[in-house]
């Protein structure tokens, strides 16, 4: 989607019954057809075809479409592909000048047993330790509620993409892109394991609901919502005790530097949110912004959407559903995003322009295919599970 947003010409390549989360809940509907919100957040600017790589005539128009194109993604399994005749190390030796980028759960080369393990965002965030390091003020682990695994390998990819474009500018060579969701997810806890190398202190026993952030640092109540405030320097606890009318707690030997108030998380912890629990959230972002303390409001989806920061910043883009209504999404945010307002396809909505403009098929030569169970059988709710895409 981002390369789509920078002006690249995206096909996405379909199974007959359309990808997954086309039918992923919840679901917008019209009097033009319906529309799953996960869908339309990922796919604008695309043009959608669908077409049954089962069948030969499919995936020989496959092939078709891949010596015209760029670059090949894919997020299917290495076996998988490779029953299809379009594994990755197969598709370098048949087009060399190709860029394919391949993401999966564990990786194509040296991933052993995990080749063909079945992988999603939170097995990634499990492995890499983005999981453990997002604990509750037990210390318990949580989830971090939404693909994180997902959009940071996919982002992962778009810069690699770009990086080996300028690389075959100067080679001519093509690329194979080895992406793996938890080595893609790696990278966000740098700092973490750089942190218990270098410790020569076992903190553990002190450490909580957070490791080496400073404290309090976290999400705490207000009477009305939550906030999270970052308490990363002893300075800022100063001005804290300041903004709570306990200046003489920013000095006190019990709570005055990082490690002894890590040591009393769970009263630091009681003497903040005792003071916060009484006002609303707005009073208390206002007051620790007013002290010069790091804070912010916890929002909604609903106030993410309204928030003037954004709208001011521009970093939201109205797209068109499809189906008669908008989407309002962040937009592609390296500014290199193209104008006009962009669309969601709908399921093979331009085969026959990209067939025609691509590979330059004359409308009978479509129909030909059609009947040859290229875009799958009338009437047959058979089909991969998973999609590729082809950039040109």
């Given at each position: 989607?981002?390369?789509?947003?920078?002006?690249?010409?995206?096909?996405?390549?379909?199974?007959?019954?359309?990808?997954?989360?086309?039918?992923?809940?919840?679901?917008?509907?019209?009097?033009?057809?319906?529309?799953?919100?996960?869908?339309?957040?990922?796919?604008?600017?695309?043009?959608?075809?669908?077409?049954?790589?089962?069948?030969?005539?499919?995936?020989?128009?496959?092939?078709?479409?891949?010596?015209?194109?760029?670059?090949?993604?894919?997020?299917?399994?290495?076996?998988?592909?490779?029953?299809?005749?379009?594994?990755?190390?197969?598709?370098?030796?048949?087009?060399?000048?190709?860029?394919?980028?391949?993401?999966?759960?564990?990786?194509?080369?040296?991933?052993?047993?995990?080749?063909?393990?079945?992988?999603?965002?939170?097995?990634?965030?499990?492995?890499?330790?983005?999981?453990?390091?997002?604990?509750?003020?037990?210390?318990?682990?949580?989830?971090?509620?939404?693909?994180?695994?997902?959009?940071?390998?996919?982002?992962?990819?778009?810069?690699?993409?770009?990086?080996?474009?300028?690389?075959?500018?100067?080679?001519?060579?093509?690329?194979?892109?080895?992406?793996?969701?938890?080595?893609?997810?790696?990278?966000?806890?740098?700092?973490?394991?750089?942190?218990?190398?270098?410790?020569?202190?076992?903190?553990?026993?002190?450490?909580?609901?957070?490791?080496?952030?400073?404290?309090?640092?976290?999400?705490?109540?207000?009477?009305?919502?939550?906030?999270?405030?970052?308490?990363?320097?002893?300075?800022?606890?100063?001005?804290?005790?300041?903004?709570?009318?306990?200046?003489?707690?920013?000095?006190?030997?019990?709570?005055?530097?990082?490690?002894?108030?890590?040591?009393?998380q769970a009263e630091v912890h009681a003497l903040l949110e005792n003071w916060s629990i009484g006002l609303p959230r707005d009073v208390v972002v206002a007051a620790l912004t007013d002290a010069d303390v790091p804070?912010?409001?916890?929002?909604?989806?609903?106030?993410?959407?309204?928030?003037?920061?954004?709208?001011?910043?521009?970093?939201?883009?109205?797209?068109?559903?499809?189906?008669?209504?908008?989407?309002?999404?962040?937009?592609?945010?390296?500014?290199?995003?193209?104008?006009?307002?962009?669309?969601?396809?709908?399921?093979?909505?331009?085969?026959?322009?990209?067939?025609?403009?691509?590979?330059?098929?004359?409308?009978?030569?479509?129909?030909?295919?059609?009947?040859?169970?290229?875009?799958?059988?009338?009437?047959?709710?058979?089909?991969?599970?998973?999609?590729?895409?082809?950039?040109?």
């Amino acid at each position: 989607m981002l390369l789509a947003d920078e002006g690249a010409e995206v096909v996405k390549v379909e199974p007959p019954k359309g990808e997954l989360t086309r039918a992923r809940e919840p679901i917008r509907t019209s009097d033009s057809g319906s529309m799953s919100g996960y869908f339309g957040a990922l796919n604008r600017r695309k043009s959608s075809i669908a077409i049954d790589l089962k069948s030969e005539a499919g995936i020989a128009l496959l092939h078709q479409l891949l010596a015209k194109a760029d670059v090949f993604i894919s997020n299917m399994r290495p076996q998988a592909l490779d029953r299809l005749g379009i594994h990755p190390e197969t598709l370098r030796d048949r087009y060399p000048s190709l860029i394919i980028a391949s993401m999966t759960g564990f990786g194509l080369a040296n991933a052993g047993a995990d080749e063909n393990r079945a992988g999603l965002a939170m097995v990634a965030e499990a492995l890499a330790g983005t999981n453990g390091l997002a604990r509750d003020r037990e210390g318990r682990p949580v989830w971090c509620g939404f693909a994180l695994g997902d959009i940071v390998t996919g982002m992962t990819a778009h810069a690699a993409i770009l990086l080996a474009l300028r690389n075959r500018d100067q080679t001519g060579e093509g690329r194979l892109i080895d992406l793996a969701l938890p080595d893609s997810t790696l990278p966000l806890t740098s700092v973490a394991l750089a942190r218990v190398q270098a410790a020569d202190v076992d903190y553990s026993a002190i450490a909580s609901s957070n490791d080496f952030h400073g404290v309090p640092y976290g999400t705490f109540a207000a009477s009305d919502g939550f906030y999270n405030i970052g308490v990363n320097r002893d300075d800022f606890w100063v001005r804290l005790c300041s903004a709570m009318g306990r200046p003489e707690l920013g000095h006190d030997p019990r709570y005055a530097t990082y490690i002894e108030r890590a040591k009393r998380q769970a009263e630091v912890h009681a003497l903040l949110e005792n003071w916060s629990i009484g006002l609303p959230r707005d009073v208390v972002v206002a007051a620790l912004t007013d002290a010069d303390v790091p804070v912010a409001p916890v929002l909604d989806m609903a106030e993410v959407l309204e928030l003037e920061h954004f709208r001011a910043r521009g970093v939201f883009v109205e797209v068109d559903d499809g189906i008669g209504g908008t989407l309002t999404q962040p937009t592609d945010p390296t500014g290199f995003a193209i104008g006009g307002r962009p669309r969601v396809p709908h399921l093979g909505e331009q085969r026959d322009t990209v067939l025609g403009e691509v590979l330059g098929l004359s409308a009978e030569q479509i129909e030909s295919l059609a009947a040859a169970g290229a875009f799958g059988a009338v009437g047959s709710h058979s089909g991969n599970a998973a999609s590729a895409t082809a950039a040109h």
